[in-house]
Structures are given as structure tokens and as C-alpha cells.
């Protein structure tokens, strides 16, 4: 079992920045690959960015390539979602999920544990 706590949302104005992280806690924590998901107002859950637990391979959504970041701090077990250049269509609660895998998973469907979620909203 994996717990999840995400923290860092909040509001911001379009073009600025804010740091999303993910503090996880229990057993082998560190053995999880990290994933990002958003769900925007009326829409579906969607991929933002996954990283496996090495750390030696990620994958972005083509909406936020170039302007997300998504890295691993093994010392805190924590994983954190680096968004920068924020457009307005960013805005949405913010998942961070975990899974035991071979390969990296773009798939909601994929990932056995999930945080509570973070609100981010980006005004223009």
C-alpha cells in the first residue's frame, strides 16, 4: 500500500509558474512509478506526465511538453510536477498516481494508488 498527498496548487495568472508535489509514504514507496493526471471542469481525467520509479524514462502530454516537469526526490519520496508557462486550459484538480510496472503508463487505468487531489487555476 502507497498513500498519496499532493500540495502546491493554488491560483495564478497566465505565464507564471507553480510547483505540484506528491509526498508518498508506506511500503517500497520509492519502487512506484509516478504519474500526473489532470480533470478539467465537465471533462475526463486526462495524462499529464509519468516518470518511472528510476527516474531514467518520462513521457508528457503534447499539451504540456516543453513547459511541465516532472521529477522524483528519493530523499523525501516525494515527485514533483514543475508547470511553467501556464495557459488557462491548465486549469483542472491535479491527481498524482503510483504504480508497479515494467514500462511507463500514459493510462488513468494503469495506476492502483491516487492522492486526493490539488486545484490549479489559471486565469488570464
Known amino acids: 500500500q502507497v498513500q498519496l498527498v499532493e500540495s502546491g496548487g493554488g491560483s495564478v495568472q497566465a505565464g507564471g509558474s507553480l510547483r505540484l508535489s506528491c509526498a508518498a509514504s508506506g511500503r517500497q514507496a520509492r519502487a512506484y512509478d509516478m504519474g500526473w493526471f489532470r480533470q478539467p471542469p465537465g471533462k475526463e481525467r486526462e495524462f499529464v506526465a509519468a516518470?518511472?520509479?528510476?527516474?531514467?524514462?518520462?513521457r508528457y502530454a503534447d499539451s504540456v511538453k516543453s513547459r511541465f516537469t516532472i521529477s522524483l526526490d528519493y530523499a523525501k519520496n516525494t515527485a514533483y510536477l514543475q508547470m511553467d508557462s501556464l495557459k488557462p486550459e491548465d486549469t483542472a484538480v491535479y491527481y498524482c498516481?503510483?504504480?508497479?510496472?515494467?514500462?511507463?503508463?500514459?493510462?488513468?487505468?494503469?495506476?492502483?494508488?491516487w492522492g486526493q487531489g490539488t486545484q490549479v487555476t489559471v486565469s488570464s
Open positions: 516518470i518511472r520509479w528510476s527516474g531514467a524514462s518520462t
Open positions: 498516481a503510483a504504480r508497479v510496472a515494467v514500462v511507463i503508463s500514459t493510462s488513468p487505468a494503469q495506476y492502483n494508488y
